[in-house]
């Protein structure tokens, strides 16, 4: 189909996207509190809404004093969410600022407010004191490019002081001769100094610093038009500056651009730290700090995807979580799904941030919405009338998690938890439902099995052991009464 933009510009848009986004915008917000039972979490792990009144809740930054603020792209506002009585529900939303540009990059630093548009940082002193009259912005630096494509930015400051702002591709894929493009830029606060700290960039919308060693980790998108399954979003680690991650000659590490990778081999630039699922959009990222969720997530990435838009069968529109040992990032593996169901989606995770207590928010801007997710080793009923305090998305009794990595090769492990002891089967059919291997448990103790140490782990082989073909798998645990089937991806 074609339509005009306000500008007159003619863009064309395939049927099969302009029908996916049709699908996507089906459910109205009268439904989402009612969709919530239907989010997975691992064991012990709970979700509720935070608020529901932050129309198009893109990038999160919360303040030392618990004002949390929420940027839009979309839209031109930034909220600021209260909680007065401290109990992890909010109470007020106030939209500070509105008529902005794009402001999707929202940062703070002594308690002023900068805010990231297409081609400029403004910033708003000593925002908090100033939340129903905001002060009129001082322009930080106004020389960014204007290409609206991949334009909007996700800023913060890094431990060094300086401020950091990228710089997307103004394509699906391109090279410019300005090498401000593709990379992600520092600058200090007052907008002097900007240099290029990483280049070979597509499109990075998450950031943050490993809270131990301070050093860079960021995802980045894939291009689009290689197909449903290549090239995966990444997961990088820059740990030094002038590191060059491949757009637009090389992508996912290892795969030449079919128009630029002639000009330069893959194995010149760095790949990325871990391979994310295939058009996903890895937006927000953060390492978790916090003290309420257990040990092994301590320090560990938490990825939100706002899902896939150009993929014959959608994917994304969740959750993850990236496992590090040290600097090394060893899994990949979905925390929180359930956004999407079917082919239709009802949510889109845009961004994470840790709270004080060591809860997790998640931002929606599909549904306007911020979630908070919490952990308890109980798993008492609640009262569904009290509508404030309601916990949504309690695990089964037994439970069947999604494999990792996922997409994979060529290994992948099989999480499973046990509430009683269980004679346990797991069995992996392809597409056709012909059964491909079998493993034979037998008698398993109650407790959690997903770590590598107690996770199936499968090689990517028969019963006959062939390696078997890329394509699609079913993997189905049977325990005594209890049955669940899952889906994964071998791309060879």
């Given at each position: ?70 940027s ?21 939303v ?7 540009d ?17 081609n400029?940082v ?48 103004p ?15 520092r600058?200090?606060?007052d ?23 301070d ?27 002038d ?52 040990e ?49 989606a ?24 911020i ?58 059919h ?63």
């Open positions: 189909m074609r339509r005009r933009t306000k500008n007159n510009i003619k863009i064309y848009i395939p049927t099969t996207v302009f029908i996916t986004f049709i699908l996507i915008a089906i459910l109205t917000p009268l439904t989402y509190a009612q969709q919530l039972d239907k989010i997975q979490l691992p064991p012990g792990f709970q979700i509720q809404v935070y608020t529901d009144n932050v129309p198009n809740a893109r990038s999160m930054a919360l303040s030392s004093n618990g004002v949390l603020f929420v839009t792209r979309s839209l031109t506002n930034i909220y600021a969410v209260l909680d007065h009585d401290k109990d992890y529900v909010a109470d007020e106030i939209t500070v600022i509105n008529g902005l794009t402001p999707n990059g929202i940062a703070l630093r002594d308690g002023n407010l900068y805010v990231g548009q297409i400029r403004l910033r708003y002193d000593n925002i908090e004191e100033n939340l129903q009259n905001p002060p009129e912005p001082v322009v930080v630096n106004d020389g960014f490019p204007s290409d609206r494509s991949h334009g909007w930015k996700f800023i913060r400051f890094g431990p060094d002081g300086k401020l950091y702002v990228p710089v997307g591709a394509c699906n894929v391109c090279k410019r001769e300005d090498e401000r493009y593709s990379t992600i830029m600058m200090n606060p907008g002097t100094e900007l240099e290029i700290y990483a280049s070979g960039i597509r499109n990075t919308v998450g950031f943050d610093w490993h809270p131990e060693t050093e860079l980790w960021f995802t980045d998108n894939g291009r689009d038009w290689l197909g449903d399954d290549i090239p995966p979003d990444e997961l990088n680690y820059a740990p030094e500056p590191m060059n991650f491949g757009f637009p000659y090389c992508h996912g590490g290892d795969i030449p651009d079919p128009d630029f990778g002639d000009e330069r081999n893959c194995n010149e630039f760095t790949p990325p730290a871990m391979k994310l699922g295939p058009h996903v959009a890895a937006l927000g990222m953060r390492f978790y700090t916090g003290s309420m969720f257990p092994e997530y301590h320090n560990q990435i938490f990825i939100a995807e706002h899902g896939s838009w150009n993929r014959t069968i959608p994917i994304g529109y969740r959750v993850s979580l990236v496992r590090l040992e040290g600097n090394e990032a060893v899994s990949y593996e979905v925390f929180a799904e359930g956004w999407l169901q079917g082919e239709n009802w949510g889109r995770p845009v961004d994470v941030e840790v709270m004080p207590d060591g809860s997790l928010l998640v931002s929606d801007d599909l549904s306007g919405t979630y908070r997710i919490s952990y308890t080793d109980t798993t008492e009923a609640v009262n569904p009338n009290e509508k404030r305090k309601v916990y949504w998305g309690q695990v089964k009794t037994n439970r069947l998690f999604p494999n990792y990595p996922n997409p994979f090769n060529p290994e992948t492990w099989i999480p499973y938890s046990l509430t009683n002891p269980a004679y346990v089967k797991i069995q992996i392809d597409v056709a439902g012909r059964l491909i291997r079998i493993f034979d448990l037998k008698w398993q103790d109650a407790g959690l099995y997903t770590d590598k140490s107690k996770a199936v782990y499968w090689d990517g082989r028969n019963n006959k052991g062939e390696t078997v073909a890329s394509g699609t798998y079913f993997y189905t645990i049977q325990a005594d009464g209890f049955a669940d089937t899952r889906k994964m991806e071998i791309i060879r």
